[in-house]
C-alpha cells in the first residue's frame, strides 16, 4: 500500500525532472570525466588483484597499500596520498594533517570562517584558539584583505570546501584556488590545507589541482563510494603527506607500516565513486526543485553550481525537522522501522537528529538527512547511492509532510 503510494507521488514529480534535465546531463559529463580520471589513475598504478589482499602484523610491505595511495594521488593529484582505515573519521584525518603541517608556536588562519562543530571543538581542545583566526567565507579573499585583516603570519591555512552543518555557502574549487593564489602572495611559508569532505567529483578540478598543499576527506564519504567501511585519506606535497603519517602512526614510523584488511572495497569504492557521486547530486538537485517549488528556502538552489553533495532545506520548525528526518529513515534500507529522535552528539553543541538507515553505519555516502535542533530549523540532505533511491526517500517525505504535489 505504501509503496504504491509512493510511486504514484514519484510520477507526480515527472514534470518536474523534466525541467531539470539540462543540469542532470551537466552531472554526467562530470561523472563521465571523473570516471576516466579514475580509470588513468588505476592504469598507471597497474592496479592487479593481489593489491586487494589483507595484511596482517605490522603491516610491511603491504603493496596494495602502497598503490592505493598512488591511485589516490594520481586522482586527487598530489605527490603522494595516505589512504587509511585507520583514520577513525574526517576531522580525524584533517587533524592529522593540520597537527603535522603546524610548527610549534604557528597559528592557524581559517578562510572559510568558523569550522564545522567537530573540528573547531578539536582546535578549541588543542588549545589552539589563542593562536586562530579567521576570514568569513563571504568575504572575497584579496591579498590586499589578507595584509589588512590578519594579524599573526599564519603556519597553515585551512579552508572548508563543504558548508557541512552549516548557515554558509560552500566553496567551489575555482573559489579556494582564488584564496590560494592569494595566500601565496602574502604568507608564502604557510601550508594550504582543504578539508575536502562531500566535494570529491561534484566538479573536474579538486583543490590540488589549484594550488592546495593538502587534501583531506572521509572514506566513508564521496571517495568511499558507499563500499568503502571506513577510512580517510590524504592527498598533497609529498614531506606533509608523510609527516601526516608521522602524526597518525610514530615519528619515524610513517606510511611503511599499519595492517590494512581486505582493501577490494576501497578500490572499487573510488572506482565507483564518480557515479556514486553523480546520482547523489542528481538527488540534491531535485530535492532542491521540489521543496522551493513548495515554497521553502533551499540552498544551494537547483540550478545553482554545486561543489557538494549537501543539500540545505530551511523547513523553519521543529517538527518539521523532525518529521522530515522520520521519513526518510522509513525509507532506508536499513533499519527502516526505526523512529529517530533528536539527541546530544559528541563534538556538536545542539541535539541532533539523524535519519541514516545506512550499509555503512553513519556512512553520508549513503541518503541521509541530519539537523541540529535549533533555528532556523534546517535541515541537510546528503548522500545517496541510487537516484531512485533518494526519489523513493522524497516522495516519502512529501507523503509524510502533506505536501501538495
Ligand atoms: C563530515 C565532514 C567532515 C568530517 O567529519 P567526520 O564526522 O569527522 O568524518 C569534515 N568537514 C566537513 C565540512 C564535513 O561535513
Redesign the pocket.
Known sequence: MRLEEMLKTCHKLEYLEESLQPLFQKTREIALVNQAKVLAAFWENRVDETCFAASTGYGYHDRGREVLDEVFAGVFRGEAGLVRTHFV????T?WCGLAASLKPGASVLSLSGRP?D??WKCLLRAGLSERYEEIDVDTPVSPGILKSRVKEEPGVVFI?R?R?YGSRRSLSVDEIGARIAAVREVFPDAVVLV?N??GEFVEEKEPCDVGADLTAG?LI?NPGGGLAPCGGYLVGRADLVEKAAWQLTAPGLGSGIGATGDKRLLYQGLFMAPHQVAESVRGMILAAALFSSLGFEVSPAAGEKRTDTVQAIHLGSPELVKEFCRAVQSASPVDAHVVPEPAPMVGYSDEIIMAAGTFVAGA?SEFSSDAPLREPYTVFLQGGLSYEHIKLALASVIMRLNLPV
Not at 573519521?89 to 580525524?92: D, F, L, R
Open positions: 573519521s574526517g576531522t580525524h584533517i564545522y567537530t573540528l572548508q563543504s557541512g578539508d569532505c562531500y572521509s564519504k553520508s
